[in-house]
């Protein structure tokens, strides 16, 4: 807590100068790699319509249009990702993607890994704020045969503007922004970054802090007459970073720090009793580093150092202690690439420990090691075959070999896409070692395996229209779940028999300048269906059924000279009817924007209306999300 104390303030003083040298905010912000180009697809740059993968891009002129004050907020825009919120303004998410559970999405940070060794509940504490994202890849589908275990609905890929820019650095000087929100409930949202360039370094720095008082949410306390009748919804969270980008020879060194606190209340973040009354504390440090070969290398290379301690504090009611947990995890991971003629071979391998200090589930560690080979053929102008394969060893499932195969055969307006292979998750420590009175642990489970295909099309219409279909299917074996005991009225973590999941993505796409008024439309429908073993009934089990079997996204932005208009809308229909949560609702955000300068300094002034309808719903348990909200804010870029 004591280093954002000394950190925020400092970082808002600086900011708040006047700053000299030239105005390269445009420059400095700007996304440089073409949205045509993605590296998630296959770890190295490579033209989208070649990849044989689907994967939705969104960069930082995206982010900007949008309504969103968190990275969870962006990320329920994004086509076919499922974002289960608690609490809103992303105080606690989980991810989701094509029938997985939580434990089964990718997440990573400028290549690395930030996934929590402990449980997929904390995966969205991350220790950068928006602001330092300059651009969003998604990965849809498995891809551990890339990245290894637990890809197995798909990668989101953060990338940071001092990540991105590499070695292009045109347009030094330096730049700064602050930023501030206001609204309902006391809630506010304060932060600024720095950012200097110069010939052979970027150095940036940025930090935020957000909170709000909540809103009361009356409960039943079923006899106890000790607990409190009214939970509130408050929380407060503080993130900061740094980071440095620098020539090194003829290579680039990337080196960033980050650290992110919260403090929240929880009530049904993870239990349905009457007697929840939690709060949680979590706090996130991190850092990595990375050599980078230059851009233009015959043999282009990488090798990353990056390590992660999460702590997370947790009080059920104010009757029971407190439960504190202490994972950790140190990784290291290197690749190379090499093109001959029509053949692209990429190879890596990496190495790494995580572990747990648990209060209540004990001290556990574990080592893994993996390593891939991927091959990228382009056998005629329009065929392009990928094969990857990875063996990865863990002791808590042995040796695992991942293969997958993609093609893509573009026919100029369209590009047909097809392809699957075997994917592999390895259960986490809560999983394995939880021992509470609502969960139990089991440290026999095995790992998911499954066997995972798709196939696709691209199509790009006239008129700025572009669509993409996407069928898929699944077969898993020894899924993990928490089935209900009903004698003991716990959850106890289990392999199930053989689960399947099919479904179908949809996105229509169009962007277009109509005399002044220049126009970004967006919807996206995704079809999910889920079948478990069968052994029990659905409502036995925890998360395997509590995706949405319809779900709709879509987002529209206008601009016309200096007023921006952005909306997004989200309605979810689930495969079950939850006993909790909302089965189906709909929600609609709206921002507007009007951009001047005031002094010389590029200004942007907010006002943004989240939930418009105050439609009351929650997305886990009951965990109550915020009803509608209305925030005024403003931006200024020196």
């Given at each position: 807590m004591s280093r954002f104390r000394l950190l925020v303030p400092s970082l808002l003083l600086l900011l708040t100068t006047p700053v000299q040298g030239q105005d390269t905010s445009d420059v400095a912000f700007r996304?440089?790699?073409?949205?045509?180009?993605?590296?998630?697809?296959?770890?190295?740059?490579?033209?989208?319509?070649?990849?044989?993968?689907?994967?939705?891009?969104?960069?930082?002129?995206?982010?900007?249009?949008?309504?969103?004050?968190?990275?969870?907020?962006?990320?329920?825009?994004?086509?076919?990702?499922?974002?289960?919120?608690?609490?809103?303004?992303?105080?606690?998410?989980?991810?989701?993607?094509?029938?997985?559970?939580?434990?089964?999405?990718?997440?990573?940070?400028?290549?690395?890994?930030?996934?929590?060794?402990?449980?997929?509940?904390?995966?969205?504490?991350?220790?950068?704020?928006?602001?330092?994202?300059?651009?969003?890849?998604?990965?849809?589908?498995?891809?551990?045969?890339?990245?290894?275990?637990?890809?197995?609905?798909?990668v989101v890929h953060l990338i940071t503007k001092t990540a991105l820019r590499g070695r292009e650095r045109a347009g030094q000087g330096t730049t700064a922004q602050v930023d501030g929100r206001y609204g309902k409930n006391d809630f506010y949202d304060v932060g600024g970054a720095v950012r200097t360039v110069s010939e052979r370094t970027t150095v940036s720095a940025a930090a935020a802090v957000q909170g709000s008082d909540g809103q009361d949410v009356s409960v039943d306390p079923e006899g106890t007459t000790d607990l409190s009748s009214a939970v509130q919804t408050d929380f407060e969270r503080r993130a900061a970073t740094a980071a440095v980008s620098r020539d090194v020879g003829a290579a680039t060194l990337y080196t960033r720090a980050g650290v992110d606190d919260r403090e929240f209340g929880a009530y049904h973040f993870y239990t349905d009793f009457a007697t929840d009354r939690a709060r949680e504390a979590t706090s996130t440090f991190w850092l990595q580093s990375r050599l980078t070969s230059p851009g233009d290398a015959q043999t282009p290379w990488q090798v990353q150092l990056f390590g992660k301690q999460h702590r997370d504090r947790y009080t059920y009611n104010p009757n029971v202690g407190a439960n504190t947990h202490v994972s950790r995890r140190l990784r290291v991971q290197g690749q190379g690439s090499h093109t001959w003629n029509r053949v692209r071979a990429t190879g890596g391998a990496s190495a790494g420990l995580r572990g747990v200090d648990s209060n209540r589930d004990g001290v556990h560690g574990d080592p893994s090691v993996g390593a891939f080979v991927s091959l990228r053929w382009r056998a005629t102008s329009r065929l392009t075959i990928n094969q990857s394969t990875r063996v990865d060893y863990d002791p808590t499932y042995g040796t695992e070999p991942t293969p997958q195969l993609y093609v893509a055969y573009n026919l100029g307006p369209a590009t047909l896409r097809a392809g699957g292979g075997r994917v592999v998750r390895a259960p986490n420590f809560l999983e394995r070692f939880i021992d509470s009175p609502s969960n139990q642990g089991n440290a026999d489970l095995a790992a998911e395996t499954a066997w995972s295909g798709e196939a696709g099309v691209d199509v790009r219409l006239p008129a700025n229209l572009s669509l993409s279909a996407t069928g898929f299917h699944r077969t898993t074996d020894s899924a993990i779940d928490y089935l209900r005991n009903e004698t003991e009225q716990v959850f106890e973590?289990?392999?199930?028999?053989?689960?399947?999941?099919?479904?179908?993505?949809t996105e229509l796409s169009f962007d277009r300048t109509l005399g002044a008024v220049g126009v970004h439309l967006d919807a996206a429908y995704t079809l999910l269906d889920a079948s478990l073993d069968g052994q029990k009934a659905p409502s036995a089990y925890k998360y395997g059924l509590d995706g949405a079997r319809h779900q709709i996204q879509s987002s529209a932005s206008l601009r016309a000279g200096a007023v921006t208009l952005g909306l997004q809308g989200l309605w979810k229909d689930r495969l079950r009817d939850a006993p909790l949560a909302t089965d189906r609702y709909g929600v609609v955000h709206g921002r507007l924007a009007y951009d001047t300068r005031l002094s010389g300094a590029r200004t942007t002034l907010s006002v943004e209306l989240r939930n418009a309808f105050d439609r009351q719903y929650s997305e886990v348990f009951d965990a109550p999300m915020p009803g509608r909200t209305l925030l005024v804010g403003a931006e200024v870029a020196l």
């Amino acid at each position: 807590m004591s280093r954002f104390r000394l950190l925020v303030p400092s970082l808002l003083l600086l900011l708040t100068t006047p700053v000299q040298g030239q105005d390269t905010s445009d420059v400095a912000f700007r996304v440089q790699v073409s949205d045509s180009v993605v590296v998630t697809a296959s770890r190295v740059a490579s033209a989208a319509q070649e990849t044989g993968r689907r994967v939705s891009v969104y960069t930082q002129q995206d982010i900007q249009a949008l309504s969103v004050n968190s990275v969870d907020q962006l990320l329920n825009v994004a086509a076919g990702l499922d974002v289960k919120s608690r609490g809103g303004f992303g105080v606690q998410s989980d991810l989701t993607m094509r029938g997985s559970t939580f434990n089964g999405v990718l997440l990573l940070l400028d290549g690395a890994r930030i996934n929590d060794p402990y449980t997929g509940h904390f995966l969205m504490d991350l220790p950068v704020p928006l602001s330092e994202i300059a651009r969003v890849e998604v990965l849809h589908g498995s891809a551990t045969a890339l990245y290894g275990p637990d890809a197995l609905g798909g990668v989101v890929h953060l990338i940071t503007k001092t990540a991105l820019r590499g070695r292009e650095r045109a347009g030094q000087g330096t730049t700064a922004q602050v930023d501030g929100r206001y609204g309902k409930n006391d809630f506010y949202d304060v932060g600024g970054a720095v950012r200097t360039v110069s010939e052979r370094t970027t150095v940036s720095a940025a930090a935020a802090v957000q909170g709000s008082d909540g809103q009361d949410v009356s409960v039943d306390p079923e006899g106890t007459t000790d607990l409190s009748s009214a939970v509130q919804t408050d929380f407060e969270r503080r993130a900061a970073t740094a980071a440095v980008s620098r020539d090194v020879g003829a290579a680039t060194l990337y080196t960033r720090a980050g650290v992110d606190d919260r403090e929240f209340g929880a009530y049904h973040f993870y239990t349905d009793f009457a007697t929840d009354r939690a709060r949680e504390a979590t706090s996130t440090f991190w850092l990595q580093s990375r050599l980078t070969s230059p851009g233009d290398a015959q043999t282009p290379w990488q090798v990353q150092l990056f390590g992660k301690q999460h702590r997370d504090r947790y009080t059920y009611n104010p009757n029971v202690g407190a439960n504190t947990h202490v994972s950790r995890r140190l990784r290291v991971q290197g690749q190379g690439s090499h093109t001959w003629n029509r053949v692209r071979a990429t190879g890596g391998a990496s190495a790494g420990l995580r572990g747990v200090d648990s209060n209540r589930d004990g001290v556990h560690g574990d080592p893994s090691v993996g390593a891939f080979v991927s091959l990228r053929w382009r056998a005629t102008s329009r065929l392009t075959i990928n094969q990857s394969t990875r063996v990865d060893y863990d002791p808590t499932y042995g040796t695992e070999p991942t293969p997958q195969l993609y093609v893509a055969y573009n026919l100029g307006p369209a590009t047909l896409r097809a392809g699957g292979g075997r994917v592999v998750r390895a259960p986490n420590f809560l999983e394995r070692f939880i021992d509470s009175p609502s969960n139990q642990g089991n440290a026999d489970l095995a790992a998911e395996t499954a066997w995972s295909g798709e196939a696709g099309v691209d199509v790009r219409l006239p008129a700025n229209l572009s669509l993409s279909a996407t069928g898929f299917h699944r077969t898993t074996d020894s899924a993990i779940d928490y089935l209900r005991n009903e004698t003991e009225q716990v959850f106890e973590a289990q392999n199930l028999d053989r689960t399947t999941t099919t479904g179908l993505e949809t996105e229509l796409s169009f962007d277009r300048t109509l005399g002044a008024v220049g126009v970004h439309l967006d919807a996206a429908y995704t079809l999910l269906d889920a079948s478990l073993d069968g052994q029990k009934a659905p409502s036995a089990y925890k998360y395997g059924l509590d995706g949405a079997r319809h779900q709709i996204q879509s987002s529209a932005s206008l601009r016309a000279g200096a007023v921006t208009l952005g909306l997004q809308g989200l309605w979810k229909d689930r495969l079950r009817d939850a006993p909790l949560a909302t089965d189906r609702y709909g929600v609609v955000h709206g921002r507007l924007a009007y951009d001047t300068r005031l002094s010389g300094a590029r200004t942007t002034l907010s006002v943004e209306l989240r939930n418009a309808f105050d439609r009351q719903y929650s997305e886990v348990f009951d965990a109550p999300m915020p009803g509608r909200t209305l925030l005024v804010g403003a931006e200024v870029a020196l």
